[in-house]
């Protein structure tokens, strides 16, 4: 069973809706992160939470919200979803000292019409 | 602020050595890594490198590191159509506890018959 793992792994949604994307994991890693991938330009943080009591805005949080409901789950939500919205979306996990290994999910594709 | 920049495309013959290059401006990193996204797939760590190294190998991999110019190259010997990813640079500072990585944008490698 895969370790870090997202739901939906593809979402079509009108502009204007609300959507949340999960995230769950089995490492018992404190550590949770949501990127978004573009083509050509690479992976870029939103969010990420240290613990379940903390949460951080990454480089490009606006229109974007998320909930630590527990150690294994980290949710993202689009309160109003916008058509520039529409990326490959991944949950990601570390320990959170040395050598922090990022463990990433398999990724939800989000498009926005 | 962290900037970490990679060519976007590498094509090569297989067989071929396969050289992947990035450069950073934080000069207190003290982890840099190399991670490799498989289509359809999140991203996965293939190795990464202490600061204070200047090289590492393992197996097919060589990661060089050269601290004065801040750049650093993932070399692929024999380079397999398997081998065909989108490969991210990262650095992260851990110097301030925060640990969290900044990535390049990555480099498609495309490898040919």
């Known amino acids: 069973d895969a370790d870090v793992t997202q739901t939906p792994r593809n979402r079509i949604t009108k502009t204007g809706k609300r959507i949340m994307l999960e995230c769950s994991q089995t490492?018992?890693?404190?550590?949770m992160y949501w990127y978004r991938q573009d083509p050509g330009l690479g992976l870029r943080l939103i969010y990420y939470?240290?613990?379940?009591?903390?949460?951080n805005k990454g480089e490009i949080s606006d229109g974007y919200s998320v909930s630590r409901q527990a150690q294994a789950k980290f949710s993202l939500s689009l309160e109003s979803a916008i058509p520039n919205q529409t990326a490959l979306y991944f949950c990601?996990?570390?320990?959170?000292?040395?050598?922090?290994?990022?463990?990433f999910g398999p990724g939800t594709r989000l498009t926005v019409l | 602020g962290e900037d970490v920049e990679q060519s976007l495309f590498l094509s090569v013959r297989e067989g071929d050595s396969s050289v992947i290059n990035c450069t950073y401006t934080?000069?207190?990193?003290?982890?840099l890594y190399w991670y490799k996204q498989e289509p359809g797939a999140g991203l996965q760590l293939l190795t990464y490198?202490?600061?204070?190294?200047d090289m590492k190998q393992d197996q097919r991999l060589t990661v060089l590191l050269n601290k004065k110019d801040k750049h650093l190259s993932l070399r692929i010997a024999d380079t397999q159509t398997g081998d065909s990813a989108i490969y991210f640079c990262?650095?992260?500072?851990?110097?301030?506890?925060?640990?969290?990585?900044?990535f390049g944008r990555g480099t498609s490698l495309i490898v040919h018959p």
């Open positions: 490492k018992g890693h404190d550590r």
């Open positions: 990601a996990t570390s320990v959170g000292q040395g050598t922090d290994t990022q463990y």
């Open positions: 934080d000069s207190s990193s003290t982890y």
């Open positions: 939470s240290f613990d379940v009591k903390d949460i």
């Open positions: 990262a650095e992260e500072d851990a110097s301030g506890g925060s640990y969290i990585p900044t």
């Open positions: 490198i202490f600061s204070n190294m």
